[in-house]
């Protein structure tokens, strides 16, 4: 995998309403080579956005998920949500999570107020 990764909307996979799905991509890679990483995120009428799912390569050597965490934060500080909700309760998440600002709440569940 090349060092070139690529944030984006993926926007070739079904969704339901309120959803986005999201990929960290290798910008040199061929179209058929699945995505380095994936996030699911669902809008609420309220303007808070939870994620439903992450996940990422990851190798002793790369670890791809505090880089999806960060991106995909900074793709929805583009937008008009005002919370950002996901659930932790590995260590490796949860420490990224709170580098990133989020603050626990109950039931692992971390917050991060835009």
Do not use: C, K, Y
Not at 45 to 60: C, F, I, N, R, Y
């Amino acid at each position: 995998m090349s060092s070139l990764l690529v944030f984006r909307r993926a926007t070739h996979r079904p969704v339901g309403e309120g959803e986005t799905w999201w990929e960290l991509v290798d910008a040199a890679a061929s179209a058929d080579q699945p995505p380095a990483g994936t996030a699911l995120t669902r809008r609420s009428e309220a303007g808070a956005t939870h994620v439903v799912s992450l996940a990422a390569d990851s190798t002793p050597e790369r670890d791809l998920l505090p880089r999806m965490l960060r991106d995909l934060i900074a793709a929805l500080r583009r937008t008009d949500t005002s919370l950002v909700a996901i659930r932790g309760g590995r260590p490796e998440i949860d420490a990224a999570l709170l580098a990133e600002d989020f603050l626990p709440a109950d039931d692992n569940l971390f917050l991060l107020h835009l």
